[in-house]
């Protein structure tokens, strides 16, 4: 058992930095070119020099934006103890504008331990925010403001997002608004007045390269020599991933992977499965494992339920796709037994089964959702006269039918016969 | 070199030495705004500042006598102190202004303090102390309160203008100036209220904020605020000063029916009417579009347009912000360049404030940047202490002193860039795919599809290109990345396959973006 509580605990240590994205954006910390830096720049200049700012973080979701921005506000509140305080809104929650000034009234009560009361009016909420800004201008108190999906925010009249940007016109009010959104056109969204108020400071959070995301796995999978995992089976370790790295097939399917999105969000979810997937027997990870978690991430449901399939069921679907192609309007179970009839004599197939048979395969299609019945009120006729439709395409069809363990040649002939 | 609060310490003592100065030249100033502010005042100063306590700053050289018909030169005495010299030195931007340049030592952007002046001196909040090119239209609504004040009478007044055109400014100036003036020429002082309309929760809240002003009785009556303004109107009462009323976003307003705007501005037309009434807006027809009637009554308001900021008035305003400090901080050709991409963009002063303090920064950022290099360097070299004496000489001859063409370049591009193009290029191979296959699709004259259609083209593509596809829940998985993104839009729908897919950027963008990609160039052949 000590023997097996390194692996473990090198498992759990990997998998608690893919969930840390504190340990995940370190790395950009150091270059001055980063993200990290030039909006630590911006905010902690601001600060101190107590002039009124405004920036708009975008990106796609996924890249890190938020995750950022608190670390750079964790630094910040560290640095500068009493000289900020921070209000989060949502596009989500606060859209509407009296529900977004109550908020902030409400979380600036907090931060100064103030009553609030719920039943302030519009009136009374705005021009309690006035005044808190205009108070805290005085005592060199900056507030930032974090509004999350800006973009949900300049929708309607856009009244918050104006008497914010017009209260930091004012120089008594020391306040940072940040935006994060991630639509690339969300400052075009504003009206011309509340754009015209917007410095338009944009950081572009762009999903990193290749070789960035490779370097972003190196620093997540390299276990640390001098801590209190054994140092052999650390630099074995170690030496594993390296290994890995350089191998030709994971680079193909770290491709092949990331040419489908390649957010950091995305990488790291198929990092975790991967680590997950790790043997715990040998305590090392594998090319497999990362294999493993690409087709456990790159699912196709149909694909799955087709191989679960009996013959009839895919001859069903067979002769569906054929009813498609001949352009048959009605397709239900009689036309489809119709089909079925055509097949079996004009290619003596053994797999004949009787009309009861076939009813219940077709039951179990439709409740596998592989077909469906395409009229939705009105179940008065029987299930034999319903008209239905496929809810496969005829690619996944075909692909389904070559995983087939032991597929029947004559639906591979019937389906191509179509091309 | 004066810093700002030495500065501060200046303007008390020279306002001390104003007050010895006889009332006439305060008053002459303020009443005679046909002439711009305070123009005349610095030469009937010049021996008042000789005494200053403060002396000018050894590096400058002997001031030049400067024309007195510079529209920009403007400026209130206190702020003359530790300007003295520049001040006469300052020629009207119309002239070749290379010389003033000169004039001025340049700044040193290592100091924390002077950086911090700049940046206040450029930041929008900051009120100028005199507005600058507005003189005009400034004439025009002081003038125009003026005859209202002084022969009792109400009026209306509509000013509209771009964003960013120093109409806010303008009637900030314009209410200190009316009240001084209606002070000296002994007349009722009016009262004064400003009113945002993005504040009111209710359109018709803007007559309550009116009654709070006048409030005469203290009894409560049943009738709406609107009606108890109109019977106000209605009677005459002596008792009552004039109320200026600046309403500002007029057109938040603008209800269905108008009532309220009309309402508003027939309560000028009352005949005890006592409030002069001034909208700001940023349409252009609103009094025409929104007020028809008024037309008939007889009180159309006056309009008075603040026009776009052209080139060159961008250009004075921007100089003199910086005109007050004591070293140039920008090269010439660098302000020419942002005033004339900025008038020829929109005209808003804002943004050229904006792209000024950027370009500080695109400086700072170069000056982080070069010292760190050097301190790598100083690491590496490992020199004896010889060398390293002269090295940290040789790091600060690098000249960074001004904030050149290209830091402005930078920051003007960083500012009306959009971010399309560098978001395409960093697309995932496939999305930029699915991209290429939509702008195929809207070749013709067709502009939307579904993306059961949209799929198939994908796969086609793909197919031909010996890619294998992705599944349709990726592909809609990815469309609606793309739609967060506001690239791709989706529309709505209960099945997947039926959405409707438009593009939502501009198909040269695309083609800009991936045209060094030659698997894409062929793919939109």
């Not at chain 1, 309690?128 to 973009?151: P, Q, R, S």
């Not at chain 2, 960013?164 to 007349?187: F, H, I, N, P, Y």
């Not at chain 2, 027809?285 to 060159?312: E, G």
């Amino acid at each position: 058992m000590g023997r097996e509580s390194h692996k473990m605990k090198a498992l759990s240590l990997l998998r608690s930095r893919i969930c840390d994205p504190k340990f995940i954006f370190k790395p950009l910390h150091d270059s001055p070119d980063s993200n990290y830096s030039k909006l630590k720049f911006m905010m902690s200049s601001s600060i101190t020099e107590a002039c009124n700012n405004s920036i708009l973080l975008l990106g796609p979701r996924g890249s890190g934006k938020s995750a950022v921005l608190e670390l750079v506000v964790g630094d910040l509140l560290v640095e500068y103890p009493d000289m900020i305080s921070v209000i989060k809104l949502s596009g989500l929650l606060h859209s509407d504008d009296n529900c977004a000034l109550k908020e902030v009234a409400r979380q600036l009560c907090l931060e100064h331990q103030l009553q609030f009361s719920k039943a302030a009016s519009f009136d009374d909420n705005s021009q309690f925010m006035v005044a808190m800004l205009k108070e805290c201008g005085l005592a060199h108190k900056t507030i930032v403001f974090i509004l999350d999906e800006f973009d949900l925010f300049a929708q309607g009249k856009q009244r918050l997002l104006y008497s914010l940007l017009d209260a930091m016109q004012s120089i008594t009010s020391q306040a940072v608004v940040i935006g994060i959104s991630c639509r690339m056109d969300a400052d075009q969204l504003l009206e011309k007045r509340v754009r015209s108020r917007f410095s338009h400071r944009k950081l572009l959070f762009l999903p990193p390269s290749m070789e960035d995301s490779k370097s972003i796995l190196e620093h997540v999978m390299s276990l640390p020599v001098d801590s209190s995992l054994p140092h052999d089976y650390a630099v074995e370790f170690n030496r594993k991933v390296q290994d890995i790295l350089a191998d030709r097939r994971f680079k193909e399917t770290f491709n092949k992977y990331l040419n489908f999105d390649s957010s950091v969000k995305h990488l790291l979810r198929f990092l975790f499965c991967a680590v997950s997937c790790m043997d715990l027997q040998t305590g090392f990870l594998t090319c497999e494992n990362f294999e493993t978690a690409f087709s456990s991430i790159m699912r196709q449901p149909k694909l799955e339920c087709l191989k679960n399939c009996s013959i009839l069921e895919l001859y069903i679907l067979v002769c569906m796709k054929r009813l498609e192609v001949k352009e048959q309007t009605l397709c239900n179970f009689n036309s489809i037994m119709k089909e079925y009839k055509n097949v079996h004599d004009s290619f003596r197939t053994s797999d004949y089964y009787a009309r009861n048979v076939c009813l219940k395969a077709f039951e179990h299609l439709i409740n596998r959702e592989l077909i469906c019945f395409t009229d939705n009120r009105g179940h008065s006729s029987s299930v034999e006269f319903r008209p239905a439709k496929l809810l496969i395409s005829s690619s996944e069809l075909h692909q389904g039918l070559k995983a087939y363990h032991s597929c029947p040649a004559i639906l591979h002939k019937l389906m191509d016969r179509e091309g | 070199m004066p810093t700002i609060a030495k500065r501060k310490v200046a303007k008390e003592a020279l306002s001390e030495t104003t007050a010895i100065l006889p009332e006439k030249t305060a008053s002459d100033v303020r009443s005679d705004p046909n002439s711009t502010p305070c123009k005349r005042k610095l030469r009937s100063d010049g021996p008042l500042i000789m005494d200053s306590p403060f002396s000018s700053p050894t590096k400058w050289k002997s001031p030049r006598q400067c024309s007195s018909e510079s529209p920009n030169r403007a400026v209130t005495a206190k702020e003359t102190v530790a300007n003295e010299g520049e001040i006469k030195s300052h020629k009207s931007p119309f002239k070749s202004t290379q010389d003033s340049f000169a004039d001025k030592p340049k700044w040193n952007p290592k100091d924390g303090e002077q950086v911090r002046t700049v940046k206040e001196a450029l930041h929008v909040s900051t009120a100028p102390s005199t507005i600058v090119c507005r003189e005009d239209e400034q004439n025009m609504v002081f003038e125009f309160c003026k005859s209202c004040v002084e022969h009792n009478k109400a009026g209306s007044m509509y000013i509209c203008g771009c964003p960013g055109t120093g109409k806010s400014l303008s009637m900030e100036k314009v209410k200190k100036l009316l009240v001084d003036w209606a002070k000296q020429a002994g007349l009722l002082q009016p009262d004064v209220l400003s009113v945002n309309c993005t504040s009111l929760a209710n359109t018709s809240d803007i007559f309550s904020k009116m009654l709070g002003l006048n409030q005469t009785q203290g009894k409560k009556t049943s009738a709406s605020p609107l009606q108890q303004l109109q019977s106000l109107y209605s009677q005459k009462s002596s008792s009552l000063n004039m109320i200026l009323m600046v309403v500002d976003e007029l057109d938040y307003l603008i209800t269905k029916d108008r009532a309220v705007l009309h309402d508003l501005f027939t309560l000028t037309t009352f005949p005890f009417s006592r409030c002069i009434l001034i909208g700001i807006s940023n349409a252009i027809d609103l009094a025409d579009r929104f007020l028809p009637r008024l037309k008939s009554l007889n009180c159309k308001p006056i309009i008075v347009t603040f026009r776009a900021y052209s080139k060159d008035q961008i250009l004075s305003i921007l100089k003199e912000r910086l005109r007050e400090l004591p070293y140039t901080v920008f090269q010439h050709q660098a302000l020419e360049l942002c005033a004339r991409k900025v008038a020829a963009a929109s005209g808003d002063m804002r943004k050229a404030l904006c792209i000024c303090r950027s370009a500080i920064e695109m400086l700072e950022a170069e000056i982080r940047e070069s010292i760190g290099l050097s301190e790598i360097s100083l690491e590496e070299k490992a020199s004896p202490r010889q060398n390293l004496a002269s090295d940290p000489d040789h790091v600060k001859q690098e000249e960074f002193d001004t904030v050149r063409i290209d830091h402005v370049a930078l920051a003007l591009s960083k500012t009306y860039r959009s971010p399309v193009v560098d978001t395409i290029q960093s697309l995932p191979h496939h999305q930029q795919i699915i991209l290429c296959s939509s702008m195929k699709q809207f070749r013709g004259a067709k502009k939307d599809t579904i993306l059961g259609e949209l799929y198939r083209s994908y796969t086609g593509i793909c197919k031909s290109s010996m890619i294998p596809p992705a599944g349709i829940l990726e592909f809609s998985n990815m469309c609606r990345v793309l739609n967060d993104q506001g690239l791709i839009k989706l529309g709505p729908s209960r099945e997947d396959k039926l959405k409707r897919v438009t593009l939502n950027i501009d198909e040269t963008d695309i083609t800009f973006a991936l045209q060094g990609i030659r698997f894409f160039r062929n793919c939109l052949q």
